[in-house]
């Protein structure tokens, strides 16, 4: 069974940094692109990064831009997203999504957000000021 776990979440001051990990188990993570996704409650899910299965090309949403990097190891089967200068508009809960098809990362965290194909049970970040 295909499974997508995220880890990492935390309390941090503002102008920190964490960084989330993010586990897909039962499967081969060469085979999917792959993003990273936040939702505050009463809001849209809002896509954060997206990255295509090999990293060439890669989509960051305004509010990530310049501040957070999404990377993966594919034989590790990890993803990771690096936030940096964090702020209390970043407080959220992180959810990690893997498809295997292959979708740009630009509308994948856009777009295609309620299609997606697996979903982790998302991480809390908390950025307090």
């Known amino acids: 069974q295909v499974q997508v776990v995220e880890s990492g979440g935390g309390l941090v001051q503002s102008g920190g940094s964490l960084r989330l990990s993010c586990t897909l188990s039962?499967?081969?993570?060469?085979?999917?692109?792959i993003g990273w996704f936040r939702q505050v409650s009463g809001k849209e899910r809002e896509g954060v990064a997206c990255?295509?299965?090999?990293?060439?090309?890669?989509y960051y949403g305004d509010s990530a831009k310049g501040r957070f990097t999404i990377s993966r190891d594919n034989v590790k089967n990890m993803v990771y997203l690096q936030m940096n200068n964090l702020e209390p508009e970043d407080t959220a809960v992180y959810y990690c999504?893997?498809?295997?098809?292959?979708?740009?990362?630009?509308?994948?965290?856009?777009?295609?957000?309620?299609?997606?194909?697996?979903w982790g049970q998302g991480t809390l970040v908390t950025v307090s000021s």
């Open positions: 999504a893997a498809d295997r098809k292959t979708y740009s990362p630009q509308p994948m965290c856009s777009i295609y957000i309620p299609y997606l194909e697996r």
């Open positions: 990255s295509s299965s090999t990293s060439s090309t890669k």
């Open positions: 039962g499967a081969s993570l060469a085979d999917y692109v």
